[in-house]
């Protein structure tokens, strides 16, 4: 039983090493990687969606060339926990996901994945045993095709000063920079040794 390249004894110490701990959504993310290159054809450059922020991401930066920072991974937040491998070019992939209708078998799963008990109440061994056995078993697998919009790659054109923060961004966002746009995301401590005079927009 392999993830990939890696034993599950292997991935997990990736995994505590890479998300901080031996998160269980990222150790099914594993398989879920697995599951999807298992199902593609050996040849093929392939981006990845992620249809939930939430620990899916860190499984497929650990496990594919696909990560956030080179921009072959896009997260697109449906809330289900899926992810997909895809053609480039072509858009046409394999998509993983947590199949509910298949949490029965594995009532520790059960329970985590859809919260119907606490985290305290949780039995965190049989969870981790439970995964290990299961492997992909609580998944499915679709043959699909991404919308178009995701094989659009936007490439930055030009900068421009944003006249409220004064800072470089890309002009094709607008007259301001996205942060400003979308109003402070920081809160400035007046006694903070960093603080400006000015309190900045973004």
């Given at each position: 039983m392999n993830i990939c390249n890696y034993t599950f004894d292997e991935y997990v110490e990736l995994v505590r090493n890479f998300h901080g701990f031996a998160?269980?959504?990222?150790?099914?993310?594993?398989?879920?990687?697995?599951?999807?290159y298992r199902h593609l054809s050996e040849e093929g450059l392939f981006d990845a969606l992620?249809?939930?922020p939430k620990c899916l991401p860190d499984a497929i930066q650990l496990l594919t060339a696909c990560t956030i920072g080179n921009g072959w991974l896009t997260v697109?937040?449906?809330?289900?926990?899926?992810?997909?491998?895809?053609?480039?070019?072509?858009?046409?992939?394999?998509?993983?996901y947590i199949d509910a209708l298949k949490l029965n078998k594995w009532p520790e799963i059960?329970?985590?994945?859809?919260?119907?008990?606490?985290?305290?109440?949780?039995n965190i061994e049989l969870l981790m045993t439970q995964i290990k056995a299961a492997e992909g078993d609580v998944c499915s697998v679709q043959h699909?095709?991404?919308?178009e919009r995701f094989l659009?790659?936007?490439?930055?054109?030009g900068f421009a000063i944003c006249p409220c923060c004064n800072e470089a961004y890309p002009f094709a966002d607008g007259t301001l920079c996205l942060g400003c746009q979308s109003g402070a995301i920081y809160v400035e401590s007046i006694n903070s040794p960093y603080s400006n005079e000015e309190i900045l927009c973004g």
């Open positions: 998160a269980p959504g990222v150790l099914i993310g594993g398989f879920m990687v697995d599951l999807a992620c249809e939930t697109h937040n449906t809330g289900r926990y899926a992810m997909a491998l895809y053609d480039k070019r072509s858009g046409e992939g394999i998509r993983v059960q329970g985590w994945f859809l919260k119907l008990k606490p985290k305290a109440a949780q699909i095709r991404v919308a659009v790659k936007k490439h930055r054109s």
